[in-house]
């Protein structure tokens, strides 16, 4: 890992995204390097020659927040990288945050996939207005050490265990949802009892890490290349207009407190040169 300090002069971040008023983002780069992730897009803006996985900057701040900016506001860690990635162990730039958090007035959201938020357990139970989710889309070890490197389902579902007995909101994040591989009813089934809320979103293939996933399903699911070769290739919404109904009606089932976040205009074609080496293997 190329580990790089860069002192900044503010890490809140005005955010984009639908109900959140600012981001903040510890770090750019993760160590989880995940196949699929979205993020890999912020390794053109940051002049890293490395790839995606294998850098990481660690945002040095020595302002504090602004308090009165963030009353009443949703604030998320973090957009585009884990704020509880390996480093965190050594830095503390999000215990640092969340002890500046914890006494204002605001709604704050936790995403993660690491067992190390448990160490922060003394400061997020002082918060009145928190959400942790936690990311899990499979119960298959194999399969998700193929796509990452954070902590292993087991210790992801403990650690929602965890967060739920000490009266911490907790969100069951399962993202991305891989057709036909992602168990999620199994996933479900399992964890509804610790898990305040699910949260469901759809499978993004874009730039060069479609081609990635793509040829992995060829070669390591290949019964199910053609459901993902409609979904991707094709565009067709099929998929994902009849799983929504199935997944709503089985949370509906057992009283669940649910949000399907499914993007079906997501998925861009891959080029021509890409999609003859799937018609030819």
Avoid at 6 to 19: E, M, Q, R
């Amino acid at each position: 890992m190329k580990v790089n300090e860069v002192f900044v002069k503010n890490i809140l971040v005005k955010s984009n995204l639908k109900d959140v008023d600012f981001v903040i983002n510890p770090y750019v780069g993760c160590p989880h390097a995940c196949m699929y992730c979205y993020a890999s897009f912020m390794k053109k803006f940051t002049n890293h020659s490395q790839n995606w996985g294998s850098f990481i900057d660690v945002k040095i701040c020595n302002s504090k927040l602004d308090v009165n900016k963030i009353k009443n506001k949703n604030i998320f860690l973090s957009s585009v990288t884990d704020c509880y990635n390996e480093y965190e162990g050594k830095y503390k730039i999000t215990r640092q945050i969340l002890e500046q958090l914890k006494n204002v007035s605001c709604n704050v959201t936790i995403s993660t996939k690491s067992k190390l938020i448990l160490r922060d357990l003394d400061i997020l139970k002082n918060f009145h207005n928190i959400k942790v989710c936690v990311s899990i889309n499979t119960l298959n070890e194999k399969f998700k050490n193929d796509m990452d490197k954070a902590s292993c389902i087991k210790d992801r579902l403990k650690t929602l265990k965890e967060l739920h007995k000490n009266n911490i909101h907790t969100v069951l994040f399962m993202s991305p949802i891989f057709p036909e591989i992602t168990e999620w009813k199994e996933i479900i089934e399992f964890s509804k009892d610790f898990v305040d809320e699910y949260w469901f979103e759809d499978l993004k293939l874009r730039g060069d890490y479609k081609f990635k996933i793509l040829n992995y399903i060829l070669k390591m699911y290949p019964q199910y290349y053609l459901i993902y070769d409609e979904i991707y290739n094709q565009n067709k919404d099929d998929y994902w207009n009849l799983l929504a109904p199935k997944i709503k009606d089985f949370c509906l089932k057992y009283c669940l407190n649910f949000n399907i976040f499914f993007d079906k205009k997501a998925n861009n074609k891959i080029s021509n040169k890409q999609l003859n080496f799937f018609n030819n293997n």
